[in-house]
């Protein structure tokens, strides 16, 4: 069965900071990955995600993510924060046919002026 | 194109007493996901169905859970009886099949948030 692990809970960056969130995910074959954020009372939309190909994605809102087998790691990068992106982030690994999706426990990201 | 929709948005309910919750999915879409969310966690999936067929329930709490997706369009979640341990957001999503199911983006609803006193 397919595992994400989420090791920040919590990350507070200054606005216009670079981000790194940290994605590891444990699957016997190639997984198809995926980052969600959350908005507080909000259902979970889509940033980017992995399905093949190359292993550099460009997602919504200036994010990107990188697809690194060796150390089964797919973490979430931004350049430059803005306070709006202040929200709860999900890293997912989907496996199977019907594709079932795990999700991490998330990292929560507070952005300070 | 409209999204999942999901009804009711809020509830609040008894321990021991039922709940229902129902989804309408993103016309078309025929796989439809029921998740579990409770507070400072990630979602935990509780049922896929595939058209109006189960492909998943493996951590569906089956004494007190039920879901069924009739004609393979809206799905209902139902709790009976509910316990303190199941306030939580309920989150119905669907995708797409063309193509094939690997791959394909989820889409979620806003949710379903139960509080059970």
């Known amino acids: 069965a397919q595992s994400v692990t989420q090791p920040d809970i919590h990350i507070t960056v200054s606005e216009g900071a670079s981000l790194e969130l940290r994605c590891n995910y444990s699957y016997g074959a190639t997984p198809y990955l995926f980052w969600y954020v959350q908005s507080p009372g909000q259902g979970l939309q889509l940033l980017l995600k992995y399905f093949s190909g190359d292993t550099l994605v460009q997602g919504i809102k200036g994010f990107e993510a990188e697809f690194k087998r060796s150390q089964s790691s797919f973490n979430l990068r931004k350049p430059s924060v803005h306070w709006s992106d202040a929200a709860e982030y999900f890293c997912a690994v989907g496996a199977g046919g019907y594709q079932k999706v795990t999700f991490g426990t998330g990292t929560k990201l507070q952005v300070i002026p | 194109e409209a999204g999942v929709a999901q009804s009711p948005r809020y509830k609040i309910i008894e321990k021991r007493q039922s709940v229902a919750f129902w989804c309408n999915p993103i016309?078309?879409?025929?796989?439809l996901y029921w998740y579990q969310q409770i507070l400072g966690q990630g979602p935990k999936l509780l049922i896929q169905f595939q058209n109006n067929g189960v492909v998943d329930d493996s951590q569906l709490p089956k004494d007190r859970f039920s879901a069924e997706r009739l004609k393979g369009v809206d799905s209902t979640l139902k709790i009976q009886p509910a316990k303190l341990e199941d306030s939580a957001v309920y989150l119905c999503?669907?995708?797409?099949?063309?193509?094939?199911?690997?791959?394909?983006?989820?889409?979620f609803g806003e949710g379903s948030w139960l509080t059970v006193v």
């Open positions: 999503a669907s995708s797409s099949t063309l193509g094939g199911s690997a791959g394909n983006t989820i889409y």
């Open positions: 016309s078309g879409h025929a796989t």
